[in-house]
């Protein structure tokens, strides 16, 4: 995306933010060639997490392709699940996520090409931020 919003980092903080609208894990896109580190394949092979490293591609040295499996990338994360009854998505492996999943967003330009919903709830608060400091 060669966009100007591409060079505007975001804050650390609005990756909290996630109201679990899922978009990031579940765009072909976004999923095709996301990295893992070696710090990533550490922890899971410290944790024994098989069924991560099964959807782990080695790539060359310290290079690392996730959500790979026989030779194919998936095109969403296996570890994502859709919230029974709700818009919403949670992810299975949270507290042990990729570094690139606990990095998201890392632009603005990522954010709107996915459709973060965090966008639109970002849209709304300062528009009635706004609106009260008008007044």
Known sequence: MSNILDDHPVPKWLGAACNGCGKCCIDSNYMLNLPATLSDIRRWRKEKREDILEYVDFIGEGVY??????????????????????????????????????????????????????????????????RAKSK
């Open 65 to 130: 392709d996730l959500w790979v499996k026989e030779g194919k990338s998936l095109p969403r994360c296996p570890f994502v699940r859709k919230d029974r009854g709700k818009p919403t998505y949670h992810c299975t492996i949270h507290e042990t996520r990729p570094q690139a999943c606990r990095g998201y967003p890392l632009t603005a330009g990522q954010m709107v090409e996915l459709g973060c919903e965090i966008l639109d709830e970002i849209e709304s608060v300062t528009m009635r931020i706004s």
